[in-house]
Antibody, heavy 119, light 111 residues
Framework: EVLLVESGGGLVQPGGSLRLSCVAS????????MNWVRRAPGKGLEWISY????????YYADSVRGRFTISRDNAKNSLFLEMNSLRAEDTAVYYC????????????WGQGTLVTVSS | QAVLTQPPSVSAAPGQKVTISCSGT????????VSWYQHLPGSAPKLLIF???QRPSGIPDRFSGSKSGTSATLDIAGVQSGDEADYYC????????????FGGGTKLTVL
């Protein structure tokens, strides 16, 4: 069974930093690309970032480019999101999602971790 | 404002059929596969449709998808109360940078 478990969320002040983690199990982690997606209160799903299986290819949404950094540690089956210069509009539940290359879709998702940016 | 356009809400009585549209452009839907997701806040989003019309194992055949040109459609037949959720289309967009885009989401209300 595929399992994705996010952690690291919490309350942070505007301008602060936070590092999210996602631990994967139930599949060969180093064979799959991964993503971060968020959902802000009252808003829809927003894709944040993509990293290929070997970290050779990385994409970011315009809203976070230059502030957020995606990375992965295949030896530890882990995905990360380093978030800097946080703003109130970054408040959201953050999900990690496994990417199914052949099916061009996010086939498994975690339960999410809440990030609240507020003073 | 989302790159892919969906109606904010749709409603249907139990047993009826509902259609959710997703409108895009030649930079996204026309030349890329579309997927559809169901999301209840507080839970993990769920993949319903991939590659425009394919269902993952475990997804009932009440859910079907299609694509034509720059638009895609999700049909839900025999709507049930448990289908009340938010639905999103998604695909790659290559207009400037390569980014994944979701529609704005459609809230399905079961009457």
């Amino acid at each position: 069974e595929v399992l994705l478990v996010e952690s690291g969320g919490g309350l942070v002040q505007p301008g602060g930093s936070l590092r999210l983690s996602c631990v994967a199990s139930g599949f060969i982690f180093n064979s799959y690309s991964m993503n971060w997606v968020r959902r802000a209160p009252g808003k829809g799903l927003e894709w944040i970032s993509y990293v290929s299986s070997s970290s050779n290819t990385i994409y970011y949404a315009d809203s976070v480019r230059g502030r957020f950094t995606i990375s992965r540690d295949n030896a530890k089956n882990s995905l990360f999101l380093e978030m800097n210069s946080l703003r109130a509009e970054d408040t959201a539940v953050y999900y990690c999602a496994k990417y199914q290359t052949g099916a061009t879709s996010f086939d498994h998702w975690g339960q999410g971790t809440l990030v609240t940016v507020s003073s | 404002q989302a790159v892919l356009t969906q109606p904010p809400s749709v409603s249907a009585a139990p047993g009826q059929k509902v259609t959710i549209s997703c409108s895009g452009t030649s930079s996204n839907i026309e030349f890329n596969s579309v997927s559809w997701y169901q999301h209840l806040p507080g839970s993990a989003p769920k993949l319903l449709i991939f590659d425009n019309s394919q269902r993952p194992s475990g997804i009932p055949d009440r859910f079907s998808g299609s694509k034509s040109g720059t638009s895609a459609t999700l049909d839900i037949a025999g709507v049930q109360s448990g289908d009340e959720a938010d639905y999103y289309c998604g695909t790659w967009d290559t207009s400037l940078n390569i980014v994944w885009v979701f529609g704005g989401g459609t809230k399905l209300t079961v009457l």
